[in-house]
């Protein structure tokens, strides 16, 4: 990993939302899970954890694609 996106997924993984959803994404595996579970399981604002979602995609630590109405994430094990 380069300099540059070891600073951008630190940066990303240094707020504690952030930092939980990654956790739960890990531990869900390559499947993944919709950004509105993963807002009820954190009990997050689903508008918030858009933004958290954003930011650790950014730092190219989550993957997304769509599943019907669904959007999943799962954790980017090419961009880490």
Known sequence: MELSAAVA?????????RLKVF???VRSGPS???AGDIARKLDVPR???SAHLAVLSR???VTSRKD???V?????L???
């Open 9 to 17: 997924a630190l940066g990303a993984l240094a707020q504690e939302s």
């Open 23 to 25: 956790r739960l994404l």
């Open 47 to 49: 508008n918030t954890m």
């Open 59 to 61: 730092a190219r630590l």
């Open 32 to 34: 993944g899970l919709a």
């Open 78 to 80: 090419e961009g880490t």
């Open 72 to 76: 999943i994430y799962a954790v980017d």
């Open 68 to 70: 019907g109405r669904s």
